[in-house]
Structures are given as C-alpha cells and as structure tokens.
C-alpha cells in the first residue's frame, strides 16, 4: 500500500504569514503607544492645570495675609478708644473690600463701603445690595478717605455715634464682649443687610486667627 505524502505549506505562505504576524504586533504596539501617549499628554495637563491653581491659592493666601498684616495693628489701635473689636474690624474691612481688591478700596481708601453725599469728597460708584431678599446692582456715592487709617477711624466712630436718626442704632455691637456676638450684633443692630453677615466674619476671623488682635 502506497504511504500518504505529507502536505507541505508553501514557502511564500509562510513568509505572508510572518509579515501578517510582524505587521499585527506592530498594529498593536502603535495603537498601544498613542493611547499611552494621550494618557500620558492628559495626566500632565491635569497636573500642570493643579500645580497652576495650586499656585494661584497660595498666591491669594499671601496677599490676603500681607493685607491683614497691614490693617491689624492700625485696627487695634484705634478700636481700643471705641470698645470695639479689632477682630471684627479686619473682618468687615477684609470682606468688603475683598482683601483690598476692590476699586472703591484701592482708589479711595473706603475699607467698609460707606456712603457719602458730599461731591467734593466723595464719588460715585457701582455696587450690590441685599433688598427684599435678592442681591441687586445700584449706583451710589461713596466716601473717600485719604488712608486706611482714616477710613477705620470714621467707621469706628459710627458705631460710637450711631445714626442720625438714632444715637443708639449700634448699643448692641458696643455692649458685645467677644467677636461671635459682635458679629451677630451687627445684624441685629441693622448694620448689614446681607443675612449671612454674620457668619462670614466669623469664618474668616477663625480662618486667619484674627482673634490675637483682641488681646
């Protein structure tokens, strides 16, 4: 009986399917490589965008800490004549003026956004107030003070003085021995029309440790 030929796989054959196997794994280390590489291009950019905002923070603290620095002790040294609290003071003067970014503070030294009538020392600008429960955008003249120092000091002496139409307006303020019910008082007395007045000074009074300036 005749033995069966085994069949033989041409050489081209296996040529083609040599370079079809080189080519494949090629196919998928390019394909691997452009994923990794998008990853990688992805993981920086998300890195450098932390590091930037990072730096931006750090930035922000600075100067909140070197404007608080620089009104501490002028508040301590006027508030001591007045029974207020020096801590109170750098808090209003921080979120009103935003740390000093605003342009009523930076031009006209108007720490507290206080109202004047008088065109010769005062000026008109735009700002946003709290009436019948929502923030609303108005025009207004504001006081101009030739330092930070005169600016504490008039405010000092309004909550002294009170109002013209009420010489008691802030005796609960005044009567206040810590700065939890100094800020609260604030509310009660009708200084801020903001209803989380309040809470925001003594947020940032526990933020920046602003208390030390009490003692």
């Not at 931006?56 to 029974?83: H, N, T, W």
């Not at 206040?176 to 200084?191: F, I, R």
């Amino acid at each position: 009986m005749a033995k069966k030929r085994k069949s033989r796989i041409p050489k081209s054959v296996k040529i083609v399917v040599r370079v079809f196997i080189i080519l494949f794994i090629l196919l998928v280390a390019f394909i691997g490589f452009h994923y990794y590489r998008k990853y990688a291009i992805q993981s920086e950019q998300i890195r450098q965008a932390q590091l930037q905002r990072q730096q931006e923070a750090a930035k922000l603290l600075k100067q909140r800490k070197a404007f608080i620095k620089k009104i501490g002790p002028i508040a301590r040294e006027v508030d001591k004549s007045y029974d207020l609290l020096p801590s109170i003071t750098i808090a209003q003067a921080c979120l009103e003026s935003n740390y000093d970014q605003s342009a009523l503070s930076q031009k006209y030294n108007n720490l507290f956004g206080v109202k004047g009538s008088n065109p010769n020392t005062s000026a008109v600008m735009t700002t946003k107030e709290y009436v019948k429960d929502k923030w609303v955008t108005v025009k207004a003249r504001f006081q101009i003070y030739d330092s930070y120092e005169a600016s504490i000091r008039a405010h000092a002496r309004l909550f002294q003085n009170g109002t013209t139409w009420n010489h008691d307006q802030y005796k609960h303020v005044l009567a206040s021995k810590n700065y939890q019910t100094q800020a609260k008082a604030l509310v009660t007395d009708g200084y801020a029309t903001d209803p989380n007045y309040a809470d925001k000074l003594i947020n940032l009074i526990e933020q920046f440790n602003l208390e030390k300036y009490d003692k």
